[in-house]
């Protein structure tokens, strides 16, 4: 079994979802087909979704209208037979008076936000099904709601996952392709939730992982992994080759190509990820597996901002041992992840990029500890690669690139394959551009 994820650009368009209908079934192979929301959707039900917050009905029902003529226009095309049409128009109309009900609930929570928003997935996969139908293909929708699910600290249910998808499967044993929806699941409660912003690539990596895939695709609209953001830097280049490791901290520290999580499934079920351009389909693009990079080289830069810097001092000068752990501690109890630390005797500087218990953690800290005032709209340049071979220089390197950047703070040794660096994010181009310049040697690309 394969796992195929399309991206919203690359069901946004009738062509394009009519050229992914014939990538995936070119190939024999059997496929799970893994879609987003065409591109724009969300960030529309999302809109939507404001207006009815601060109960502006006629708003949001104008832009509900501009949305469903979109995709009118959509299946117009999209479909080449009277009756394929009229699936496509029974569709649509069903999910449309659904989101019209939610405009009418009153007051419109988050919980019917999620239900907003889940749609864009729900039109896309049912749209497409019905088109591959119409094509005579081998072909079955199976829900994500009706297997995907994350527990009340919004992680996957990875074992629950796994069982509920093998069962669902059973059946369509016969079928050469399913449809799904990527980045919408069921919480605790039942309800619908979902995987947060561009989630569909974290559904492909939990379903190849649940099914152990042979491979499993990413497909979007660039030719792969690039050395660093190609929407910053003028000069970038896809890098063929990633491990887990690797993909996974630039996932993780900004490299908007894949969803910070994604990676982890597929590494627990060493299940290879390719990522794939749609516009260019015959490009290598990136394949990332367990085996180990033998070359010492610098891989690839990601950027993550929204980030705050928090300076902790130690109110009692000296043994201060459990100081560490109380200030994790505080951490802990607001369940709000620590990406960069760097200490010196009496003092901690720690970074969060989720701030929305940062008055309450402050305060908290403030009982045992001086507090200097925290730095807000910080960026993490996280440099990427195999530094063991080549430990000596390369933070020379790194430093010499960064000369006129004024940098906060720098962490390096904890892994052999990521160094990051904190600084203002009004220097963030300045410095990815830098780095580009110096660390990588573009006559060889
Ligand atoms: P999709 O809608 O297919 O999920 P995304 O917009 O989420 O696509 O991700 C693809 C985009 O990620 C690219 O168009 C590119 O602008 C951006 N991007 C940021 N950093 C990188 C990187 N290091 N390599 C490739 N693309 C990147
Ligand atoms: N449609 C969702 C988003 O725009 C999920 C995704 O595209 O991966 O964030
Ligand atoms: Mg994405």
Redesign the pocket.
Known sequence: MHVWKF??TSVGKPDRMQSIRNLVTAAADRKIVVL??LSG???SLLAIGEQLKVNNTIEATQLIDTLYHHYQAFINELYKTPGGLSLGQEIIDKEFSFIRSLAGISPFTLKQEKELVAE??ILSTQMFTAYLEECGDSVVLIPALDYMSIDADNEPEFIAIEEKLTQLLVPQAEKQIIVTQ??ICRNPRGEIDNLK?????YTASLIGGAVKAEEIQIWTDIDGMHNNDPRIVKRTFPVRELTFEEAAELAYFGAKIL?PSTITPAKMRGVPVRLKNTMEPAAPGTVITASQSVNAEIKAIAAKDNITAIYIHSTRMLNAYGFLRKVFDVFEKFKTPVDMITTSEVSVAVTIDNSEHLESITKMLSQFADLEEHDRNQTIICIVGNFLADKSGIALRIMKALKNVPLRMISYGASEHNISILVDSKHKNEALEALNESLFDFDNK
Do not use: C, I, K
């Open positions: 991206g919203g987003s929301a959707t969300t960030n864009g997935e990527g980045f912003r561009g989630g569909s690539d969803h």
